[in-house]
């Protein structure tokens, strides 16, 4: 059974700060994604990755195949980045079935 | 192009009731899923409907049943409900059935209470 893990739970970070979540996962996929909700619910894809890194703006994933782990790097945040950032995965390439992480909730302050 | 709207936004109900959960997928979508997310709690996937069809379910009872349209919405419903099935419930939308190929567009969710 697929496990996968964040950290931190929490996170609280200056305006302008260089922040780092991190999500590991216990078998082997085929696609990791991360994902962003804000307060009231919605969730936003932010990248879907399956090997090496991935650049959006201020946003960066890297995956790291062998040692099942990805990261997410924000340069430069800002306050509208808060909110809260889920890792999930999938397996198998028509896979349907994803497995979340509990996610990671980033607060910026001005 | 519409996104994924979802109906109602909140919802009261009572042990033992019934709720039914509307999603309307986006433009050009053939896919749904829906996904219960409990309170700090990363979601947790329900089942999953292609062309009308049940295409693959999560670790849910069968009280949970849906139902997916010709136009592609579809309805989650929910039969004798608990305390523990209060939660955002969330859709998401796509084209194709594999979340390795296919990017989901995630609905607003409706936030469900069970008193």
């Known amino acids: 059974k697929n496990e996968v893990e964040q950290s931190p739970q929490n996170l609280t970070a200056q305006e302008g700060e260089f922040i780092t979540i991190n999500c590991s996962y216990s078998?082997?996929?085929?696609?990791l994604h991360w994902l962003q909700q804000h307060p009231g619910g919605g969730i936003v894809s932010l990248f879907m990755?399956?090997?090496g890194k991935k650049k959006h703006g201020r946003l960066i994933a890297t995956i790291n195949i062998q040692e099942k782990h990805s990261s997410l790097h924000i340069t430069a945040s800002h306050p509208r980045d808060s909110a809260v950032y889920i890792c999930?995965?999938?397996?198998?390439?028509?896979?349907?079935?994803?497995?979340f992480g509990k996610g990671t909730k980033l607060s910026v302050i001005p | 192009e519409t996104g994924v709207t979802q109906s109602p936004t909140h919802l009261i109900k009572t042990r033992g009731q019934q709720v039914t959960l509307r999603c309307s997928s986006q433009?050009?979508?053939?896919?749904v899923s829906w996904y219960q997310q409990a309170l700090g709690q990363g979601p947790q996937f329900i089942f999953q409907?292609?062309?009308?069809?049940e295409n693959g379910r999560g670790n849910f009872p069968p009280r949970f049943s849906g139902l997916q349209f010709p136009n592609y919405s579809s309805e989650l419903n929910v039969n004798a409900l608990e305390l523990d099935d209060s939660a955002l419930y969330l859709c998401?939308?796509?084209w194709g059935t594999g979340w390795s190929r296919n990017e989901q567009f995630f609905g607003p969710g409706t936030r469900l209470t069970v008193l």
């Open positions: 999930a995965s999938s397996s198998g390439a028509g896979s349907y079935q994803l497995t």
């Open positions: 078998v082997g996929i085929s696609a």
């Open positions: 990755l399956s090997s």
């Open positions: 433009s050009g979508h053939n896919t």
């Open positions: 409907y292609y062309r009308e069809e």
């Open positions: 998401a939308s796509s």
